[in-house]
């Protein structure tokens, strides 16, 4: 038999078409490699850092192409500035210094990710007839830019002190279990560990087995399963379907987009697990929670938290009286909608958000008990109203125009059709009882997973063996036809 070399080599190269992702079947074979050559390096120092952020560039090149030149120019500049900023004795120019870190991050992802919503805008409202210039957004750069952003202002808050070795910045930015789609990870949380001793030991290997296991489950039997069969028809023209069957879409949709990105999300913390390095959990069943404050301590906890400290509190917080507490939190969701995509949508959905939040703001200050004791029926309605509220602006997240989002809420309020859930669940049974057991998961005490994992423990080797092999072949039958690309890839 002869080896097509040419063949062969282009697997080495970025496709844009098969683009590397952790569920994908090189991407098993890239951590694989990395783990064995891991296994000699991890312990000296040096050597660590450079090798491993080599890999993590080959990793972003096999992800995007030549947009990993970005990562490498952005750790370049905010290096530079940051130690800058730390010399810097006058307080105008760390001010200075700190308004350019700011200028060029955000310039650069505003270029990729809203020029064209800025052109067509003009052109809708008559001002210009400009050729939009589609623009491929380059993977991962809203995360490495909060990440950077992050950096430089703590630097100019005197809260850390900048690395002097530039491989160190570069390791922490390029880290490849977080780099396309996070967490978004805090220096101040990462950079001490990148000196220090490794030490992987039982706990670390349990951990790690347990989220990645458990990532891969919930992004490809559950969500991709859930996506491809049911809720990307229903997206595709909501016009075509009862409101019933909108309604299911946008339960599915829920369950899709919280086990796509959280499934990645216990993935890179596993993964990071298994290397000695410590990633802050990303998300803790965040439609348990009774209140949209609540979910969003629960959800996308790095975004939300960066949004905190970054935008809410320095644009005055809640210390400035309540009708500024308000706005505040008005224009925080407002511009973390538009974090997510140049899309009016987007607007609209951290516009509901923000508005969810004054409403809550506005339920504690003069009923503050009437969600908080567990078990209690106002927990339980406080739930359900989060939730429904939750999946309300998954509409407008989700669908690809204004239109379309309407046309979802035309379709529930006004042609529901009840009677045809015996033929709906004719049809979708396979993928009701999936979202069934997603939301089932979802809904278990959270202690189960420690419980879970203290398990392993017990398990013998040739055991948890056999489990892997079990889960994978479970995972393999369960892969979609046609790969479904992450939710936030676009990101």
């Not at 683009?19 to 296994?39: K, R």
């Not at 210094?97 to 067509?120: E, H, M, P, R």
């Amino acid at each position: 038999m002869t080896i097509d070399w040419e063949k062969f080599g282009s697997l080495f190269l970025y496709d844009k078409a098969d683009p590397l992702l952790f569920n994908s079947t090189f991407f098993l074979f890239f951590f694989a490699l990395f783990l064995l050559f891991y296994q000699f390096f991890y312990k000296k120092k040096l050597t660590r850092v450079l090798i491993f952020t080599l890999f993590s560039l080959y990793f972003f090149y096999k992800a995007c192409g030549i947009y990993v030149g970005f990562i490498v120019l952005a750790a370049v500049v905010d290096f530079n500035l940051s130690n800058w900023i730390w010399k810097a004795r006058d307080k105008g120019k760390r001010r200075a210094l700190l308004i350019v870190s700011v200028v060029i991050n955000l310039g650069l992802l505003a270029f990729f990710k809203y020029t064209d919503l800025f052109i067509q805008t003009v052109n809708d409202l008559g001002a210009g007839k400009i050729d939009l210039l589609h623009l491929t957004i380059p993977i991962g750069i809203s995360f490495y830019t909060f990440e950077n952003l992050s950096y430089t202002i703590d630097v100019y808050r005197r809260h850390f002190k900048p690395v002097n070795n530039f491989w160190d910045y570069l390791f922490f930015l390029s880290f490849f279990p977080k780099l396309v789609m996070g967490p978004i990870v805090r220096a101040a949380d990462f950079v001490p560990q990148i000196r220090q001793t490794i030490q992987i030991n039982r706990e670390h290997i349990n951990r790690g087995l347990f989220l990645i296991l458990g990532g891969l489950f919930k992004k490809v039997v559950i969500s991709d399963y859930i996506y491809a069969n049911f809720v990307d028809y229903i997206f595709d023209d909501p016009s075509r379907y009862s409101g019933l069957e909108c309604l299911f879409g946008v339960y599915g949709y829920a369950m899709v987009i919280y086990c796509d990105f959280s499934g990645y999300s216990d993935m890179a913390i596993g993964m990071a697990s298994w290397m000695g390095f410590r990633i802050n959990t990303n998300f803790m069943t965040p439609y348990q929670s009774a209140s949209i404050t609540e979910f969003w301590r629960r959800w996308h906890i790095s975004l939300s938290s960066w949004l905190k400290d970054y935008l809410y509190i320095p644009l005055g917080g809640n210390r400035k009286g309540k009708f500024r507490t308000y706005l505040n939190l008005m224009l925080t969701m407002l511009l973390g909608g538009l974090w997510h995509g140049a899309s009016w949508n987007f607007v609209v959905w951290g516009g509901l958000h923000g508005l969810g939040l004054t409403i809550d703001k506005l339920r504690m200050e003069y009923f503050p008990r009437a969600v908080s004791k567990p078990g209690s029926p106002m927990k339980w309605l406080g739930t359900l109203w989060t939730f429904h509220l939750v999946c309300l602006c998954w509409i407008f997240f989700k669908a690809e125009s204004f239109e379309d989002s309407t046309t979802i809420l035309t379709q529930i309020t006004q042609n529901f059709n009840a009677a045809g859930f015996a033929m709906m669940w004719e049809n979708y049974h396979n993928v009701f009882l999936i979202m069934g057991l997603g939301y089932l998961i979802h809904f278990l005490p959270q202690r189960l997973d420690e419980w879970l994992i203290s398990r392993f423990d017990r398990i013998t080797l040739a055991g948890r063996i056999a489990l892997v092999c079990i889960f994978i072949w479970l995972v393999v039958q369960s892969k979609q036809a046609e790969p479904v690309m992450p939710i936030y890839l676009q990101f």
